[in-house]
Every structure is written in C-alpha cells, then in structure tokens.
C-alpha cells in the first residue's frame, strides 16, 4: 500500500496499559506479594530473608553516599517493610526499627514512598503530631507533580487521610476519590488494592473511624474456581453435555460469575466446561490462572482436540493468564486418573491462596450431571473436595439445560442505562515538528468526528489538530474541557490519528510537538491511564489509528448476543501488536478510517437489532474488512478496567 507508516520500528514490549501487581511494602509504597509468591512474614523460619535484610542493613547504615536517592528510598523501602512485617508476626522492637529507616530514607532522599510510611508508622507508634506533619509534606510534593501512576494516587489517599479529622463529617471525602482514582487506575493489580484497603482499615481505627469507613473505594472482585464435563463426543449414549448445549451453559456461567463480580478466575483447560469458563472471565475484564495436569502439547491431544484449540489457543495468548504445567511429562495411563486428581487438588489450593490475599473465600462454579463420571480426578472429584474443605460449590445442572437461542433478530427497545449523551474527542496530527508527515491524519479525525455528531446524536465534538495538537493541548482538551462536562451515564468516543512508537517497553502516540523518540513530549499509556480513570463515564471507546497501537490487545470474545449494563473500557486499534499502518494515499484518507466512516454511515452487518449495533460488531467488521483492503488488522480490545459492559450505536436512518 502507499503512504506514510504512522509509527517507527517496532520493539518487542508488554502493553502498559496491562499493569501487573507491584512487589512493594507500606500502602501506596506496598502491594502484597504477587500471586503464587510465598511470603516470608517470620524471622525465624526465614533464613534467606533474614540475610537479604541483613545485605541491605549493612548497605544502609555503611554505604549510604554510594547511591543515589533513587536507590537509597527503594532499599530503605524494602528493609522498613521487612521490619514492618517481622513485628507483625512477631513484636518486639522491628516497628521501631522499620519507622526510623523509613524517616532516614526519607529525609535524606525527600522520595514520597518512605515518606507516606514515616507518616503511617509515626501514627501507629503514638507521634500524631510527626504523623501529621510528614503527610503535609508528601501531600504537597505530590501536588506539585503534573500527573503519575497509581502509586502516585494511592500515596495522596493515605496523606489525605492521615490528615482526616473525625470531627468532620466531609473528612474521608477527599481520600475516598483519591483512593477510587488509584483503583480505577490499575484494577488489574487488585492485590496492591487489597492491601490498600488493608492499610487504610489500620489507620482509620486508629483515627477513630469507623474500620470499614472507607471500604466502598476498594470495589474488589472476587475469586471463583471451575471444573465442569467436556462436550460430548460424537455418539455418547447417554448424552451428557451435547454440543448444542453450549450457548446455555455459556449463559449460566456468564450469569454466575456477575452476580459473584468474579475477576479472577482458575481452572484447567479442556474443552467444553473449561474453555467457556475461562472466556467468561477474561470477556468481564478479569485474570485467569489455567493449571494443566501436564504439558500443553499432550493436554492438547488428549483434553482439547483440534476444534477447540483455536479457543484456547486464544486464551492463552491473553497477557491476564497465567499457565501452569504441573508436570513435565505425561504419566503412565495407570496413572492418568491420579494426575487430574492432584490438578483438582491444586486449583482448589490456589483459589483459596489467591482468595486469602484478598481478605475473601473462593468459590467452586461446577458444571456437572450429578454423576461420578468417566472415571477418578473428574468433576465429581473436584466437587468433593470443594465440599470436604466446606468452601462454596456452585452446581450449574447440565441437565436443566435447555440448548442456546434462536438467535433471531430483535428490536433492541431502549435500555434506561443506555447513554443520551454523547461525547467525542478528536485528535489528528498531520504536521510535527521532528517526525515524517503524515496526509491524512487530520481529515480522518474531523470526518469521524462530524460524523458522530450528525449520524448517532453525539454533541459537537472536541477537536483537536494540526498546530493545537501539542502535549499541552492535547492534555488540556482531556483534563480542562472533556472530563469536567462527563457524567457516570454518559458515552464518549475518544480517536486518535497520528503516530504510534514502541519505546523502551512502553507504547507512545505522538504530539505536534514530540522529539524523534519517546518519551520527550510523547503521551505515553501512563497518562492515558491516568485520564481514563478520571473519566467517569459508564462507557468509553477509544479508536486509535496510529502503528502498533495493537499493543492495547485482550482477549475479545465473539458471538456475544446479550447487552451488558455494567462499565465499558474497550478500544478499536487499527493493526496489530507489532505492526505497521498506512496513511493512506493523499486526500483520499486511510484504509482503516474508510472503513470506520462506511460502517458508522450504514451499520456493520449486523446480527442481533437490526436498528442497532455494538462496538463488538464493529470491531469484528472492521478487522474482517480492512484486512482484506490493507495489509494490517485491526483489533478490537478490552482495557484493564473492561467489566464486561456493551457500548450500542443506532444504526442511521436512510
């Protein structure tokens, strides 16, 4: 295709916007350990930990001007939360300890990480007044910063709400938003919000609050593990779990896991019950752990099959799941029975562990006939383990099923929870200052722009271009224009056209006024992060036509029939992960904004309303059509904060 790229060379990365848990102690200097790490909460049952601490003591009290500050608050960080977890398992004099190298740390470095520690343990320890005067100092360090991460925004929590009044009744106002932002911001890393929550639940008794005052700012999901029969094979007599089945079961596991508000997920990966499980989850925005009794390659043979390992295939790929394989080879087939036995037994032992870091039980959801099975570490099996722990089995009865739906169209009536107001933001950037030009950039945004304005009832458009698309302009039209006029029921549309660059493991779009390499003057998926959740609208769709802005990619699951009310953070990418996309020739527009324009203007090809179409439909339209214009693809994504919600547009009258 002709045209100018918009991004340069690729580099292998993870998408930013897919933040995994941070190992860090204190509160918003602490997260609890990542998922499957052991803890070392005990002086005397850890040797290794005792020595690591013992390195970094003597670097801290002997080799302190060797480092920069940087390092100096990170070890100062790691040895104060050492001590910390020592004296809560323990007592004795470690909390002293841990306060005096977090107050060290932070007068010589001024890092608000060990400062906002300081602040809590000098509260813990009866010095209100240290307390009170450390958190001032953060707070105002922080204030001064134009934006950052969730750490940023969990530290100003806890300063506001060290800085809380019980006296007065608006006093947790602040640290409540405050503490939403910093969730909002990385829900995915739900144990660094769990022990935020934990920290906050100190520090609030000690205020003389009330200790779960501020619980409503953690909303954190819940841990469910399955097991469940695999779809019949061809000529099983009695049929158990028939292929047509499939819809309804899907439906029951969908229904289960919302009204647990599961975002975690464990199971194995067979297919049928497994599969449909997993894609549940990772369809409502959750993670996923699939253990497998042993090597994928073999699992593959004998538990998945060839036509339904595309399905998992896919959900592996999915940077929220993690693979488990328990053993390096195969057993023997006398020993089969007992390896998916000791697989049953090790999901239950992760759920459970997974549950205990979020101060919760799991859950087991089943899909079963009530029967023994095929044979021993079956669903009956799993059951009765489940049971014999006395943790909650959920049964979903296979033999209530009743097969999926008629899928015939339907009017799609008018939802209350479905927005009337409507927003767009349009950036596009044909012109800058050190980068190749582009020629289509802009045309294509105010075309996209008006269009939604005039075909599908969004009000006058937020315009971003040419000369006023600088850092500062761009940031400006986010923070001082479109998110002060959003309400919790509205729809906005956000689409970016310009450059995409891969850099340094982060993903970048470009400004008028950026240098030939990020970060310098770039927008980088911290701040669109940062800006996502401040929004808070009930649905957001951004549509980014720029290279390699597939980095965003999550498993989207297809053929979803149902409407979804709760929150909506998707994206329309206009390639692939590692991948080029054309400008397009001049004047004429690029191959992904026409196809964009086409179906905005008539409706993709529908299959549910026939007045109405999803942003599902439109993705999967859009990757099918320009992929077979262009040589890109695009891709149609879920946002960490993706909770399985629907984004509908009404197809335009003649």
């Known amino acids: 295709m002709g045209g100018v790229a918009r991004g340069g060379d690729p580099q292998q990365c993870s998408s930013p916007l897919l933040g995994q848990p941070v190992d860090r102690d204190g509160c918003a200097g602490s997260c609890a350990a990542a998922p499957g790490r052991r803890r070392f909460d005990s002086w005397a049952s850890a040797p290794r930990a005792r020595a690591q601490s013992r390195r970094r003591g003597r670097l801290w009290g002997e080799r302190q001007d060797e480092h920069t500050d940087a390092e100096l608050a990170e070890t100062g960080g790691l040895l104060g939360g050492r001590y910390k977890k020592w004296y809560r398992a323990n007592g004795g004099p470690w909390l002293d300890r841990a306060y005096e190298v977090y107050k060290d740390a932070w007068e010589r470095t001024g890092d608000t990480y060990p400062g906002i520690n300081c602040a809590a343990l000098a509260l813990e320890l009866g010095r209100s007044g240290e307390s009170r005067d450390a ?45 939403r932002l910093a969730v909002r911001m990385n829900p995915s890393a739900a144990f660094n919000a769990a022990v935020m929550r934990r920290q906050a639940r100190v520090e609030l008794e000690l205020l003389g609050f009330e200790k779960e005052a501020l619980d409503v700012a953690f909303p954190l999901k819940s841990v469910a593990a399955f097991t469940g029969h695999r779809v019949d094979e061809e000529g099983r007599n009695p049929p158990r779990f028939a292929p047509e089945m499939e819809g309804a079961v899907r439906t029951q596991i969908r229904d289960r896991l919302k009204q647990a508000n599961v975002g975690f997920g464990v199971s194995s990966g067979a297919q049928g019950g497994d599969i449909l499980f997993l894609e549940e989850v990772l369809r409502g925005g959750g993670a996923a752990k699939v253990l497998l009794p042993f090597p994928l390659r073999r699992f593959r043979d004998l538990s998945v099959g060839d036509a339904w390992w595309p399905r998992l295939e896919r959900i592996l790929a999915d940077p929220m799941v993690e693979l488990v394989e328990l053993l390096d080879e195969v057993p023997a087939a006398s020993d089969l029975e007992g390896a998916f036995a000791d697989c ?275 993705g999967l339209f859009l990757e099918s059509d320009v992929r077979g214009r262009a040589q890109q693809t695009p891709k149609y994504v879920q946002l960490p904060d993706h909770e399985g919600g629907s984004i509908v547009f009404k197809v335009p009258s003649a």
């Open 135 to 179: 958190a001032k100092r953060v707070l105002k360090k922080l204030d001064e910063a134009e934006h950052g991460d969730e750490w940023h925004h969990a530290t100003r929590a806890e300063a506001l709400l060290l800085l809380a009044a019980p006296d007065d009744p608006d006093a947790l106002k602040d640290a409540e938003n405050a503490y």
């Open 344 to 618: 049953n037994e090790r999901i239950l032992e992760e759920a459970v562990e997974l549950a205990e870091e979020l101060d919760q039980e799991p859950r087991l959801i089943a899909v079963w006939d009530g029967g023994t099975g095929d044979g021993g570490g079956g669903t009956a099996d799993a059951v009765a383990r489940w049971e014999a722990a006395a943790l909650e089995v959920e049964i979903i009865h296979l033999g209530a099923m009743k097969g999926r739906s008629t899928g015939r169209k339907k009017s799609l009536g008018t939802p209350d929870w479905i927005p009337t107001t409507r927003h767009c933001l349009a950036v596009g950037i044909n012109e800058y200052s050190s980068l190749p030009r582009l020629y289509n950039a802009e045309g294509d945004a105010h075309s996209v722009a008006d269009l939604l304005e005039e075909q599908h009832g969004f009000r006058r458009p937020l315009k971003v271009m040419g000369d006023e698309a600088t850092f500062e302009g761009i940031s400006s039209a986010f923070s001082d224009e479109l998110i002060p006029q959003v309400t919790p029921d509205d729809l906005v549309v956000v689409y970016y056209s310009g450059h995409g660059e891969v850099s340094g493991g982060g993903y970048y779009l470009s400004t008028r006024d950026c240098g030939e390499d990020p970060p310098s003057r770039w927008i980088g998926f911290d701040l669109l992060r940062e800006w996502s959740a401040k929004l808070p609208c009930r649905q957001l769709l951004w549509i980014f036509d720029a290279c390699h802005s597939g980095m965003l990619f999550r498993i989207v699951i297809e053929d979803q029939e149902e409407l979804d009310q709760r929150w909506a953070r998707l994206a329309l990418t206009s390639g692939r992960q590692m991948e080029e996309v054309r400008d397009g020739v001049p004047g004429e527009g690029s191959p992904f904004a026409n196809a964009l324009l086409g179906a905005l203007r008539s409706g993709p090809r529908t299959r549910y309303y026939p007045d109405a179409f999803t942003a599902d439909e439109l």
